[in-house]
């Protein structure tokens, strides 16, 4: 499909390349994997057992109050093993399980044991055994023996990367955006201003190459106001970002690795069972998963996609129809190169005696350890470096034997 | 014009507007601490409208609201369904908060007390409350003007106090609706606590998160604060104690007993705010906002040692933070954050240059820094808009800066004197090579685009 509009950004494109003599820029053409690996940072708590109802479980209905999500009627959940299900809302999942494309954990959890959204988060991100011991994100350390750590195999899809992605390797990020992208010309007289100032100049440099990229893989990239809002849809529409990460990863000279954001967990008060509150967000993920499973095309065989949040919540609902700060929680591991349809659950039961501090879902089962499968089936890093560099103290913690069929 | 004094127009205060550094050059310190002697600016509307709502009117609004709610629903038949009235609540209070950041914005864009508007802003993401809770949307332009502003250069508690009591808090952090278990209202209607506000004050206002709390603690700060809420009937200030949803009994609070209602509450914070870690927390946090990302210990150490001592004095700390050599020191500085950095371009360029369409120009800009990844009273979480200069140098956060500078150039008249501007906004921080760049380009829009993309523009 050419029309002037994409024949004109094409040419657009050439220019803006042809002005950065880096060789850097084609980097990909000899990159050293092609597999895909997707993590999305569920930030501010996911309630596990809303997410993964344990609805075999002799104590589910109990514990979960007004929480309980049903398995007949209107709104049930989808039953997974007999055991565990999958929240209502998650009906692109389902048919990923339906596949084998999905795998499930639950009960667990990082290193962290406290009920900080903000330092879980930094162990979550760090990869390290407690808040701050670590200064870079762990995706970044493992992007050396990944062997993307000179060019911009890793992207982020924010303004900013998050601390997972964020360390001495060279990464870059998207996001979509509404203002026509300056002249070439321009740019290399801003680049010019930043030769003291190496952080602007790398954050530049990285910046032109992706927008460049972006611009050949979005052929509808929205041009004014008005279109950018209809692509943006509704407030907590997840489907841009997912799909923008999609087709910058489905590129031969895209990037392998991409971070997204989704948050929106932290449901204190008025959670709702299955409509409400976490149902809608629930929804929009699972939205968002499916339009990136689309934009991916036939490059999603090769992909898995982690989705960790920073700690679970009370099995209980508290005083307001919400839960509080808990331990552990549920995790999800998809994508076509996935051999999923399994739950991997060291289940003890929700009793009060089977809970952590009476409240938490216990953390029986490491978070690292699902990184490191991950990293170490699909990505095909060397233990010595997960238990080394990319997480450091781990050596007890055997990567997950999470299966890939590519 | 002196490198102090557009140091401190740059770094203390919002970037400089024309004028200003000739202002603060005969005494740096002076024209920073002078600017906290007076009343910090309150926002005034830019529009015709009426006048901003206190807390308590927007609490009698929201209870008004429910009211409606509830008689619509009431009313509505099968073939006449209600209204949506959520829907047409929040469209009113999206726009209210839109027209109160608009203002908020001006007062950025004009003040001459650069360095107590950076102060407020500093409170206000210390004391989060966001305008991406719905609860709270309402409420978050009245939490700044009735909490913050009036107490940037008074004491700490009294901040502390003001934030936690505002309904937007009570709101935004759930207390409101958090019950004691074994009061009145909890034995009626089993309902119980809430722990959000009772963690975050301890983690987040006060004392730190390694500043010593267990969760036995957060419990116990929660079960303190029942009772605290707003006010059924609005009132004036919009918050209310009742005494029905208090948690009966002592309770222990990090090896405290603390027992009797309303004054318990307070007692608690008081200590909170006195607690040597609550000092070490904001030495730290204000270090890393007015001196470096990674600030000397010794700095840290006399901010510390200020807060001690004066009880939480906070023009104490801002002046103590003003006269440490650190702050001085030249060299590329942090990054400014999105509404700084959009902030700074309008104060160089002497924002208002015309008369009409003011509130047209400052929503444009706030639309634009929105999409740089920030704006004002919106934090994505209780912890705030990030304060290093890594969350806002990245690639894409990076280019939309430069691509905004473009249209900014864009949109100059012709005979614009972009050097002059440059001169008198950045004085000796203007470093050659900008200059030489901004003298060679083919006309002033795309100077000023130049000048609005360097490295010394971005950086504060």
């Given at each position: ?12 494109a050439a ?13 990909f ?10 993590v ?5 708590a ?15 209905k ?9 398995t ?20 692109n999942?389902?048919?990923m ?14 290193p962290?044991?406290d ?37 911009d ?10 601390l997972?992605?964020?360390?001495p ?5 998207w996001?979509?955006s ?33 927008e ?49 954001d989704?948050s ?12 409400g ?21 036939p ?108 | ?5 557009a140091v401190?127009a ?15 050059s ?11 002697d ?35 629903k009431a ?24 027209r109160?950041?608009?203002a ?5 864009f ?15 993401n210390h004391?989060?409350?966001s ?18 502003r009036?107490n ?25 609706l958090s ?56 009132g ?24 009797g ?22 030495a730290?946090k204000f ?10 210990p ?10 001690k ?39 160089m ?58 249209e900014?150039?864009?949109?100059l ?21 900008t ?12 100077a000023?685009a130049?000048l609005?993309?360097?490295?010394e523009?971005?950086?504060?």
């Amino acid at each position: 499909m050419f029309n002037r509009r994409s024949i004109l950004k094409t040419a657009f494109a050439a220019s803006a390349m042809s002005v950065w003599d880096a060789p850097v820029r084609f980097a990909f053409a000899n990159v050293p994997t092609d597999r895909r690996f997707v993590v999305v940072i569920l930030r501010g708590a996911l309630d596990g057992l809303a997410a993964v109802p344990p609805h075999g479980d002799p104590d589910y209905k109990s514990v979960r109050g007004i929480l309980a999500l049903d398995t007949t009627g209107t709104m049930p959940l989808h039953d997974l093993d007999g055991h565990f299900g999958l929240h209502p809302a998650l009906i692109n999942m389902k048919t990923m399980w339906d596949q084998k494309e999905l795998v499930v954990f639950q009960n667990i959890s990082s290193p962290y044991r406290d009920r900080s959204h903000f330092d879980g988060q930094n162990v979550l991100e760090t990869g390290g055994t407690g808040p701050h011991v670590l200064g870079d994100g762990w995706l970044n350390r493992a992007l050396v023996p990944m062997g993307l750590s000179t060019g911009d195999g890793a992207l982020a899809i924010a303004a900013s990367p998050p601390l997972m992605l964020s360390g001495p390797a060279r990464v870059s990020s998207w996001m979509p955006s509404v203002m026509p992208q300056p002249d070439a010309a321009f740019l290399k007289r801003v680049r010019a201003l930043y030769a003291d100032d190496p952080i602007l100049r790398a954050s530049l440099d990285s910046a032109i190459h992706t927008e460049t990229e972006a611009d050949a893989a979005m052929d509808d990239k929205p041009k004014t106001p008005e279109q950018m809002a209809q692509r943006m849809g509704s407030y907590g529409d997840l489907t841009p970002l997912f799909t923008g990460a999609g087709k910058l990863l489905a590129r031969d000279d895209g990037p392998r690795i991409a971070v997204l954001d989704a948050s929106g967990w932290d449901t204190h008060v008025n959670e709702g069972a299955g409509d409400g509150q976490l149902a809608r967000r629930l929804r929009a993920l699972d939205a968002g998963l499916d339009a990136m499973k689309t934009a991916l095309g036939p490059v999603w065989k090769k992909t898995a996609v982690v989705m960790a949040t920073e700690f679970g919540r009370t099995a209980a609902p508290n005083g307001n129809g919400g839960t509080d700060h808990g331990t552990a929680g549920a995790a999800f591991l998809l994508g076509g190169a996935v051999e999923g349809g399994v739950v991997k659950a060291d289940w003890t039961g929700l009793k009060p005696s089977a809970l952590k501090d009476g409240r938490d879902q216990p953390p029986q089962t490491d978070m690292r350890a699902l990184f490191k499968g991950v990293l170490s089936d699909h990505m095909r890093v060397a233990r010595r470096d997960l238990d080394g560099t990319v997480f450091p103290d781990s050596g007890s913690v055997a990567p997950s034997g999470v299966l890939f069929t590519a | 014009m002196s490198l102090e004094g557009a140091v401190a127009a740059q770094r203390f205060g919002l970037g400089a507007r024309p004028g200003e550094i000739e202002t603060a050059s005969a005494a740096p310190k002076a024209w920073l601490l002078r600017q906290l002697d007076s009343p910090v600016d309150q926002p005034q509307p830019l529009d015709s409208g009426t006048a901003f709502k206190s807390g308590g009117d927007l609490v009698t609004a929201l209870i008004q609201y429910r009211k409606d709610r509830e008689r619509e629903k009431a009313q509505a038949t099968a073939n006449m369904p209600a209204p949506d009235p959520v829907k047409v609540f929040f469209k009113t209070q999206v726009q209210e908060y839109s027209r109160e950041m608009a203002a908020r914005f001006a007062v950025g864009f004009t003040t001459q007390k650069p360095f107590a508007e950076r102060l407020v802003w500093f409170w206000s993401n210390h004391f989060v409350v966001s305008a991406l809770n719905p609860a709270a949307i309402t409420f978050v332009g009245a939490f700044e003007r009735e909490a913050i502003r009036p107490n940037v250069a008074g004491k700490f508690e009294d901040m502390l106090l003001a934030s936690t009591r505002h309904p937007a808090m009570q709101l935004y952090l759930d207390n409101a609706l958090s019950i004691g278990p074994d009061s009145i209202a909890g034995r009626i209607s089993g309902k119980g606590l809430n722990e959000n506000l009772g963690r975050e004050l301890m983690e987040l206002h006060t004392l730190g998160v390694d500043g010593g709390f267990t969760q036995a603690d957060v419990i116990a700060l929660a079960k303190i604060l029942t009772g605290w809420s707003i006010d059924r009937d609005g009132g004036t200030t919009g918050f209310r104690y009742y005494p029905a949803r208090h948690e009966p009994g002592d309770i222990v609070l990090r090896g405290k007993i603390y027992n009797g209602g309303e004054e318990a509450g307070i007692a608690a914070l008081k200590d909170l705010a006195r607690d040597a870690a609550t000092a070490r927390h904001i030495a730290r946090k204000f270090a890393i906002a007015f001196i470096a990302d990674n600030p000397p210990p010794e700095s840290v150490a006399r901010l510390e040692k200020s807060f001690k001592d004066t009880g939480g004095d906070l023009k104490a700390l801002a002046a103590t933070a003003v006269n440490d050599p650190a702050s001085w020191k030249p060299g590329s500085g942090k990054m400014r954050s999105p509404v700084e950095y959009t902030t700074a371009a309008m104060r160089m360029l002497g924002w208002p240059r015309t008369t009409t369409d003011q509130d047209k120009q400052v929503k444009g800009v706030m639309a634009a820094t929105r999409m740089m990844g920030e704006f004002p009273m919106a934090a994505p979480s209780p912890k705030g808009w990030p304060d290093s200069s890594d969350a806002w140098s990245g690639p894409d956060a990076l280019l939309n800066r430069i691509q905004w500078a473009k249209e900014l150039g864009n949109r100059l008249p012709q005979n614009f004197d972009a050097l002059a501007v440059a001169d008198a906004s950045l004085g000796p921080l203007l470093r050659a090579d900008t200059r030489a760049a901004m003298k060679s380009s083919a006309n002033s829009g795309e100077a000023v685009a130049l000048l609005v993309s360097s490295p010394e523009f971005q950086r504060r």
